[in-house]
């Protein structure tokens, strides 16, 4: 069974530039969800997807991320624009619905994002 | 909220030495509970998870147990091996399924 996937694995952009990321999840998993890991913390949620409806998105900072997840599959996280403090590991990760017991998370390999 | 709270690392050990990173959590209710590893360069993988109270969960010669009286879920291995070297994560699923991390507790074994 293959993973999650995730492109590209490292980016260094400029301050005030603009990235996106990219996710594919497992195959059949409903839930998709973006954390974003900075160095020497555990990871916090930024969005959460069932199918291609926003669940939870109260921690996603509107003003400079978006994300979708057309057709409920692939997902792509964007920044526009970058600041300093935005440097860290993005991770994606899925899971079958949780309404299914589904409350195991695999995670991808992440995408580490350096903003100079 | 709720919330999961690690012990600092890094936790430097021998090799065979044994292992306890302790983790508490506070939350409403009775939440399922998991260790997750993260291997240098890699993404987290999950380690261990236990439903229930007085559940044990066990993989990889790792045990934790589910102390609803503590509110703990300590991660304890016997025998550690220098490729056990990685960072450790707790952490809860809450009453809106979102999981919960803690700050992670860096292992590091030498020969």
């Known amino acids: 069974e293959a993973g999650v996937a995730q492109s590209p694995r490292y980016k260094i952009i400029e301050k005030r530039q603009s990235v996106a990321f990219w996710c594919n999840p497992i195959s059949g998993h409903a839930t998709l969800y973006w954390y974003q890991q900075i160095l020497g913390q555990g990871p916090k949620l930024l969005i959460q997807f069932q199918n291609n409806g926003v669940v939870d998105d109260s921690q996603l900072p509107k003003d400079r991320f978006s994300a979708e997840r057309l057709k409920g599959v692939d997902s792509t996280l964007k920044i526009q624009p970058a600041k300093l403090e935005d440097s860290a590991v993005y991770l994606c990760?899925?899971?079958?619905?949780?309404?299914?017991?589904?409350?195991?998370?695999?995670f991808g390999p992440g995408t580490r994002l350096t903003v100079t | 909220g709720d919330s999961v709270t690690q012990m600092e690392g890094p936790v430097t050990l021998s090799e065979e030495a044994f292992l306890t990173i302790n983790c508490t959590y506070t939350?409403?209710?009775?939440?399922?509970l998991f260790w997750y590893v993260q291997y240098p360069g890699e993404g987290l993988q999950l380690l261990l998870k236990?439903?229930?109270?007085?559940d044990k969960g066990s993989n990889k010669g790792f045990e934790a147990t589910y102390r609803k009286e503590t509110t703990s879920f300590h991660l304890e291995k016997g025998s550690v091996q220098v490729s056990d070297s990685a960072v450790y994560f707790c952490a809860l699923v809450d009453n809106t399924d979102k999981l919960i991390f803690g700050t992670g507790t860096r292992l590091q074994v030498f020969p």
């Open positions: 990760a899925s899971s079958l619905s949780p309404a299914l017991g589904g409350y195991e998370q695999y």
């Open positions: 236990a439903t229930k109270a007085d």
């Open positions: 939350a409403t209710g009775y939440p399922s």
